[in-house]
């Protein structure tokens, strides 16, 4: 069974910074492609980055260039997501999500395997 555990949301204020991990088990983890998506209440879910299983392609949503980065370690089957220069309209539910092909994809209907979501709260 293929399993996806979040880490390090929290409470920061404007202009700080978190790091968020998701840890991948029950599956080669090199051969799968990984995304990180957020929600805010009353909002639909939207991609915040993407990755391929080698790491080599990603892909970011435009509000989110220049300030957060996607990266993975396939030793570690680990994703994280660096979020810097953080804004309240950053603030939403964050989901890691598993593809089971190893290219980026957008949208959230071709990930198949979906965490439990760890909240980051970006205050002014």
């Known amino acids: 069974q293929v399993q996806l555990v979040e880490s390090g949301g929290g409470l920061v204020q404007a202009g700080g910074s978190l790091r968020l991990s998701c840890v991948v088990s029950?599956?080669?983890?090199?051969?799968?492609?990984m995304g990180w998506f957020r929600q805010a209440p009353g909002k639909e879910r939207e991609l915040v980055a993407t990755i391929s299983g080698s790491g080599s392609s990603k892909d970011y949503a435009d509000f989110v260039k220049g300030r957060f980065t996607i990266s993975r370690d396939n030793v570690k089957n680990t994703v994280y997501l660096q979020m810097n220069s953080l804004q309240p309209e950053d603030t939403a539910g964050y989901y890691c999500?598993?593809?089971?092909?190893?290219?980026?994809?957008?949208?959230?209907?071709?990930?198949?395997?979906w965490g439990q979501g760890t909240q980051v709260t970006v205050s002014s």
């Open positions: 999500a598993l593809r089971s092909l190893p290219v980026v994809a957008t949208a959230s209907r071709f990930y198949g395997v």
């Open positions: 029950g599956r080669t983890f090199s051969s799968s492609a």
